[in-house]
Protein backbone atom coordinates (compact mmCIF):
# COMPACT_ATOMS: atom_id res chain seq x y z
CA UNK A 1 0.00 0.00 0.00
CA UNK A 2 1.34 3.51 -0.89
CA UNK A 3 1.73 6.42 1.66
CA UNK A 4 2.95 9.53 1.57
CA UNK A 5 4.15 11.55 4.44
CA UNK A 6 5.25 14.99 4.61
CA UNK A 7 7.35 16.35 7.34
CA UNK A 8 8.65 20.04 8.43
CA UNK A 9 8.55 22.56 10.48
CA UNK A 10 5.05 23.69 11.91
CA UNK A 11 6.14 27.48 12.30
CA UNK A 12 8.46 29.62 9.75
CA UNK A 13 9.72 32.89 10.44
CA UNK A 14 8.38 35.85 8.03
CA UNK A 15 11.19 36.48 4.97
CA UNK A 16 12.89 32.56 5.97
CA UNK A 17 12.88 29.60 4.06
CA UNK A 18 9.96 27.08 4.38
CA UNK A 19 11.58 23.18 3.91
CA UNK A 20 9.35 20.13 3.41
CA UNK A 21 9.68 16.53 2.71
CA UNK A 22 7.35 14.03 1.66
CA UNK A 23 8.20 10.37 2.31
CA UNK A 24 6.71 7.60 -0.19
CA UNK A 25 6.23 4.46 0.77
CA UNK A 26 5.54 1.39 -0.88
CA UNK A 27 6.29 2.66 -4.56
CA UNK A 28 9.30 3.81 -5.77
CA UNK A 29 9.05 7.52 -6.34
CA UNK A 30 10.57 6.93 -10.48
CA UNK A 31 6.72 5.44 -11.28
CA UNK A 32 4.78 8.33 -10.17
CA UNK A 33 5.55 12.47 -10.78
CA UNK A 34 5.29 14.36 -7.30
CA UNK A 35 3.60 17.29 -6.48
CA UNK A 36 3.07 19.54 -3.42
CA UNK A 37 -0.52 21.59 -3.08
CA UNK A 38 -1.40 23.60 -0.18
CA UNK A 39 -4.85 24.59 0.82
CA UNK A 40 -5.87 27.95 2.86
CA UNK A 41 -8.51 29.27 3.29
CA UNK A 42 -8.36 32.66 1.41
CA UNK A 43 -7.48 30.70 -1.86
CA UNK A 44 -8.52 27.17 -1.17
CA UNK A 45 -6.33 24.75 -3.02
CA UNK A 46 -3.50 25.81 -4.93
CA UNK A 47 -0.63 23.36 -6.91
CA UNK A 48 2.49 24.45 -6.40
CA UNK A 49 4.48 22.48 -8.31
CA UNK A 50 5.64 18.91 -9.85
CA UNK A 51 9.22 16.77 -10.23
CA UNK A 52 9.59 13.73 -12.10
CA UNK A 53 12.98 11.39 -10.16
CA UNK A 54 14.69 12.49 -13.91
CA UNK A 55 14.49 16.18 -12.89
CA UNK A 56 12.19 17.68 -14.90
CA UNK A 57 10.07 20.49 -12.86
CA UNK A 58 7.15 22.39 -13.75
CA UNK A 59 6.06 25.02 -11.10
CA UNK A 60 2.99 27.25 -10.68
CA UNK A 61 3.57 30.60 -12.24
CA UNK A 62 2.44 33.09 -9.61
CA UNK A 63 5.17 30.91 -7.24
CA UNK A 64 8.01 29.80 -9.40
CA UNK A 65 10.67 32.65 -8.14
CA UNK A 66 10.33 31.22 -4.57
CA UNK A 67 9.75 27.72 -5.30
CA UNK A 68 12.52 24.71 -5.78
CA UNK A 69 11.43 20.87 -5.92
CA UNK A 70 14.21 18.04 -5.04
CA UNK A 71 14.48 13.96 -5.51
CA UNK A 72 16.17 11.83 -2.87
CA UNK A 73 15.93 8.52 -4.67
CA UNK A 74 18.03 7.12 -2.27
CA UNK A 75 15.52 8.41 0.60
CA UNK A 76 12.79 7.82 -1.79
CA UNK A 77 11.87 11.55 -1.20
CA UNK A 78 10.82 14.49 -2.84
CA UNK A 79 11.14 17.96 -1.28
CA UNK A 80 10.03 21.81 -1.68
CA UNK A 81 11.76 25.00 -0.54
CA UNK A 82 10.05 28.02 -0.58
CA UNK A 83 12.24 31.46 -0.13
CA UNK A 84 10.67 34.39 1.49
CA UNK A 85 7.65 32.93 2.88
CA UNK A 86 4.99 35.90 4.49
CA UNK A 87 1.73 35.36 5.89
CA UNK A 88 0.26 34.16 3.01
CA UNK A 89 2.10 30.59 2.78
CA UNK A 90 0.69 30.15 5.82
CA UNK A 91 -1.56 26.40 4.81
CA UNK A 92 -1.72 23.49 5.11
CA UNK A 93 0.59 21.68 2.80
CA UNK A 94 -0.57 18.20 0.45
CA UNK A 95 2.52 15.89 -1.42
CA UNK A 96 0.82 14.35 -3.75
CA UNK A 97 1.23 11.61 -6.75
CA UNK A 98 0.53 11.24 -10.21
CA UNK A 99 0.64 8.24 -12.71
CA UNK A 100 1.63 10.44 -15.43
CA UNK A 101 2.22 13.61 -16.42
CA UNK A 102 -1.32 14.61 -16.57
CA UNK A 103 -1.60 16.17 -12.92
CA UNK A 104 -4.18 14.30 -11.64
CA UNK A 105 -3.09 13.32 -8.29
CA UNK A 106 -4.63 9.75 -7.35
CA UNK A 107 -1.89 10.01 -4.58
CA UNK A 108 -2.51 12.21 -1.63
CA UNK A 109 -0.42 12.72 2.00
CA UNK A 110 -2.25 13.41 4.59
CA UNK A 111 -0.89 17.08 4.81
CA UNK A 112 0.91 19.26 7.27
CA UNK A 113 -0.28 22.83 8.38
CA UNK A 114 2.46 25.36 8.73
CA UNK A 115 2.08 28.53 9.89
CA UNK A 116 3.85 31.80 8.91
CA UNK A 117 4.79 34.09 11.82
CA UNK A 118 5.77 38.02 12.11
CA UNK B 1 -4.68 30.57 -15.61
CA UNK B 2 -8.09 28.54 -15.75
CA UNK B 3 -10.12 29.59 -13.31
CA UNK B 4 -13.23 27.03 -12.13
CA UNK B 5 -16.02 28.22 -10.40
CA UNK B 6 -18.47 25.95 -8.65
CA UNK B 7 -21.62 25.91 -8.10
CA UNK B 8 -23.81 25.93 -5.53
CA UNK B 9 -21.52 26.89 -2.90
CA UNK B 10 -23.79 24.13 -0.46
CA UNK B 11 -25.84 21.62 -1.08
CA UNK B 12 -28.11 20.86 1.48
CA UNK B 13 -29.69 17.40 0.77
CA UNK B 14 -31.03 14.13 2.23
CA UNK B 15 -29.77 10.88 2.05
CA UNK B 16 -31.09 9.35 -0.99
CA UNK B 17 -31.50 12.48 -3.22
CA UNK B 18 -29.94 12.88 -6.09
CA UNK B 19 -26.67 15.63 -5.91
CA UNK B 20 -26.25 17.38 -9.20
CA UNK B 21 -22.83 20.20 -8.75
CA UNK B 22 -21.63 22.19 -11.11
CA UNK B 23 -17.79 23.31 -12.21
CA UNK B 24 -17.88 25.59 -14.95
CA UNK B 25 -14.21 26.95 -16.70
CA UNK B 26 -13.05 30.42 -17.27
CA UNK B 27 -11.65 28.62 -20.37
CA UNK B 28 -11.56 25.79 -22.67
CA UNK B 29 -10.04 22.20 -20.66
CA UNK B 30 -8.20 20.58 -23.27
CA UNK B 31 -8.98 17.21 -23.93
CA UNK B 32 -11.35 17.21 -20.92
CA UNK B 33 -8.40 17.10 -18.33
CA UNK B 34 -11.07 17.32 -15.42
CA UNK B 35 -10.97 15.86 -12.04
CA UNK B 36 -13.15 15.76 -9.38
CA UNK B 37 -12.02 14.88 -5.67
CA UNK B 38 -13.65 14.11 -2.41
CA UNK B 39 -12.94 15.60 0.62
CA UNK B 40 -13.79 14.71 4.37
CA UNK B 41 -12.52 16.36 7.79
CA UNK B 42 -9.09 16.13 8.49
CA UNK B 43 -8.84 14.26 5.48
CA UNK B 44 -6.80 14.91 2.39
CA UNK B 45 -8.46 15.12 -1.05
CA UNK B 46 -9.20 11.47 -2.96
CA UNK B 47 -8.97 11.31 -6.41
CA UNK B 48 -12.68 10.78 -7.48
CA UNK B 49 -13.14 11.32 -11.30
CA UNK B 50 -10.48 11.91 -13.98
CA UNK B 51 -10.74 12.54 -17.44
CA UNK B 52 -13.74 14.09 -16.95
CA UNK B 53 -15.67 10.92 -16.70
CA UNK B 54 -13.88 8.43 -15.22
CA UNK B 55 -14.38 6.96 -11.63
CA UNK B 56 -11.70 6.15 -9.55
CA UNK B 57 -10.73 3.16 -7.67
CA UNK B 58 -12.53 2.76 -4.56
CA UNK B 59 -15.89 4.80 -5.49
CA UNK B 60 -19.10 3.42 -6.38
CA UNK B 61 -21.83 3.80 -9.58
CA UNK B 62 -23.93 6.13 -8.11
CA UNK B 63 -21.04 8.60 -8.68
CA UNK B 64 -20.78 10.11 -12.50
CA UNK B 65 -19.68 12.83 -14.28
CA UNK B 66 -19.86 14.11 -17.52
CA UNK B 67 -18.96 17.68 -19.69
CA UNK B 68 -16.58 19.19 -22.39
CA UNK B 69 -15.35 22.61 -22.95
CA UNK B 70 -16.20 24.63 -20.09
CA UNK B 71 -18.71 22.84 -18.51
CA UNK B 72 -18.56 19.93 -15.83
CA UNK B 73 -20.88 18.31 -13.60
CA UNK B 74 -20.59 15.69 -10.90
CA UNK B 75 -23.87 13.67 -10.37
CA UNK B 76 -24.28 11.79 -7.24
CA UNK B 77 -27.39 9.73 -8.30
CA UNK B 78 -28.78 8.56 -4.48
CA UNK B 79 -26.93 10.37 -1.35
CA UNK B 80 -25.23 7.42 0.44
CA UNK B 81 -23.84 9.22 4.75
CA UNK B 82 -20.39 8.69 3.85
CA UNK B 83 -21.19 10.80 0.11
CA UNK B 84 -21.68 13.96 2.44
CA UNK B 85 -18.67 16.06 2.14
CA UNK B 86 -16.97 18.88 -0.04
CA UNK B 87 -16.38 18.10 -3.89
CA UNK B 88 -13.59 19.73 -5.51
CA UNK B 89 -13.12 19.95 -9.76
CA UNK B 90 -9.79 20.28 -10.97
CA UNK B 91 -8.21 21.00 -14.14
CA UNK B 92 -5.04 19.94 -15.62
CA UNK B 93 -5.40 20.37 -19.50
CA UNK B 94 -2.63 23.67 -18.26
CA UNK B 95 -0.90 24.56 -14.97
CA UNK B 96 -3.46 23.06 -12.76
CA UNK B 97 -6.19 24.80 -11.18
CA UNK B 98 -8.75 24.03 -8.67
CA UNK B 99 -12.40 25.42 -8.11
CA UNK B 100 -12.98 26.33 -4.42
CA UNK B 101 -15.64 23.70 -3.82
CA UNK B 102 -19.16 22.29 -3.13
CA UNK B 103 -19.90 21.39 0.35
CA UNK B 104 -22.70 18.51 0.41
CA UNK B 105 -24.31 18.88 3.67
CA UNK B 106 -27.11 16.75 5.07
CA UNK B 107 -30.62 18.35 5.12
Known amino acids: QVHLQESGPALVKASETLSLTCNVS????????WSWIRKTPGRGLEWIAYIYFTGSTSYNPSLKSRVTMSTNMSKNQFSLTLKSVTAADSAMYYCAGSETWLMSFDLWGQGTMVSVSS | EIVLTQSPGILSLSPGERATLSCTAS???????LSWYQQKPGQAPRLLIY???NRATGFPDRFSASGSGTDFTLTISRLEPEDFAVYYCQQYGSSPTFGRGTKVEIK
Open chain 2, 51 to 53: NGS
Open chain 2, 27 to 33: QTVSNNY
Open chain 1, 26 to 33: GVSISKYY
